[in-house]
């Protein structure tokens, strides 16, 4: 850098140099000192300049969530408390799955229901069919009961299962009274009549001469499962 102090000058001359000099030497401090503040103003103006460009981009972003939104209609969602708007959609998620919860419990109720008109509806068809060996008194319960554990509901129509699949005859899916023939009867013949002649208790006299009970005997017990045994070793008489 050019030093003034350096400079050769007459004597003549030498005490008005030496004042310039001094001056000289003030000003270039002071324009050193004004270039170091603009080069800081600038790095931080640069940094600024820096800052704005990442917070618009950021803000561009956040406006393309809002393209095609009608400025008119985000009016009416002035003032709303995200907080008390948060708490009333979990009340109402609340009050969704109770009711769920409620048509759930409706649906299985009017399946079972469904189910125990198609079994009695099996029952009585079947004894129509089979008049000679129908259902014993008080097993009708029992039987109401396998029949609701291997049914489901197809299309409001009741199909029974055999093994875990559709109960299926030469004609294709069976109906309920065909599962209590095929698949009940030979499996559990105590709970029906048998023909005369044929030697099995149950609701008839058997070749031994079986114990007896009277139908209002019979009909006073309240356990399905105490109806079948009595039905299996006695005959029910009407006195």
Known sequence: MFDIKKVSVPE???EQFQALTQN???MLSLVEQVNQYAATEKQELKSKLSE??????ELQKQLKQFEG???EKLEQFKGIDPDKLKGENQQKDTVITELERKINDLTQSIEQSRINEAALTAISKYNQQHKSTPVVDGAAELLMEKIRGNAKLVDGKLVMQQDGKDFITENGVGTPDQWIEKVIQPSMPFLFKQPAGSGATGGTASA???ATITRKEFEAIS?????????????????
């Open 24 to 26: 000289s030497e003030f």
């Open 69 to 71: 939104v009608d400025p």
């Open 208 to 210: 031994g001469g079986a």
């Open 12 to 14: 003549g001359v030498k």
């Open 52 to 57: 704005f460009r990442t917070n618009n981009i």
């Open 223 to 239: 356990d399905p499962a105490k109806r079948v045994e009595i039905a299996k070793t006695h005959t029910i008489i009407s006195q």
